[in-house]
């Protein structure tokens, strides 16, 4: 089978299935550079010593992040099995083992510097968007002027990771924001939009949130994501039931969730030193 084949089969068997578009886009992508790798040997007769050398490559030589890896494995998972209707070899059947790192967050004062040092209302609606509701990139680009119900005071998510779609609460704080920014920009179809309409660009977002960080004089690792983090974290703090929070960040397990207790001030505060005690 052809390259071009193969990758149009692929594409064909996510879409069908119903995959996302990001996940789509990240197998198609996958696959493309395992094939790129294999070059001088035929898909159908690769065995599981190539593709467990691969892998090692990717974590080896590559230093693929946990996610990265995980990824790469199912894309192969899937070629495997949907596209080439062939068994995944049972020996290279792995177990990932989970990095127990916990994410940076930030406080609230910290986030208000940030907010305090972005002027134009554009910027300022892209990172309070994503901070009042623990969105992440994706959703906020996806967000249509529609899913925002100021009556309500919700956001509708549509089709989020997982395909799920959820509401979210609508901050007060933030509507006074979106709505001089509705009247100034008069975006068409969705909340953010590029110059041009359209999607607006992640890697916009990411620029206006380290330019934010570096004024306000941060020097925290910090990303987007960070934010989202941050405002589950907050919640926690303020003691939202995890449950709750569960459901505003669209977690499908709780476990995923549970990862802020060991991060919330609450929890950790409650508990005295023993050099207190004596």
């Not at 789509?24 to 040997?41: E, G, L, P, Q």
């Not at 890896?69 to 495997?80: D, E, G, H, N, V």
């Not at 209302?121 to 100021?150: C, Q």
Request: aromatic share 8%; hydrophobic share 35%; proline share 3%.
């Amino acid at each position: 089978m052809l390259k071009s084949e193969l990758l149009l089969n692929l594409h064909q068997k996510l879409t069908i299935q119903n995959y996302s578009q990001q996940t789509i886009k990240s197998y198609i992508s996958a696959v493309r550079i395992f094939i790129n790798y294999i070059v001088d040997k035929k898909i159908d007769n690769v065995d599981e010593k190539v593709i467990q050398n691969y892998l090692f490559m990717c974590k080896d030589e590559k230093s693929y992040s946990l996610s990265s890896m995980k990824q790469t494995y199912s894309a192969l998972r899937f070629l495997y099995i949907q596209a080439l209707k062939k068994p995944f070899p049972q020996n290279i059947n792995f177990y990932f083992r989970s990095e127990e790192r916990l994410p940076e967050v930030l406080s609230t004062e910290e986030v208000n510097r940030i907010f305090s040092k972005v002027n134009n209302i554009k910027h300022k609606a892209i990172l309070m968007t994503i901070y009042s509701a623990g969105l992440r990139i994706s959703e906020l680009l996806n967000l249509k002027v529609r899913e925002i119900d100021f009556d309500r005071n919700t956001i509708r998510i549509s089709s989020a990771k997982g395909k799920k779609d959820r509401l979210v609460m609508l901050s007060q704080r933030l509507v006074p924001v979106l709505k001089k920014y509705l009247e100034q920009y008069q975006p068409i179809e969705y909340l953010i939009e590029g110059q041009k309409g359209g999607i607006y660009s992640p890697s916009s977002v990411r620029q206006i949130f380290i330019k934010a960080v570096s004024k306000a004089g941060i020097n925290k690792k910090v990303t987007v994501h960070t934010l989202r983090h941050s405002f589950a974290t907050h919640l926690l703090d303020r003691g939202t039931d995890i449950r709750y929070i569960q459901e505003l960040l669209g977690h499908k397990k709780l476990e995923t969730t549970q990862i802020y207790t060991h991060i919330s001030k609450k929890s950790i505060l409650e508990i005295k030193s023993p050099l207190d005690t004596i």
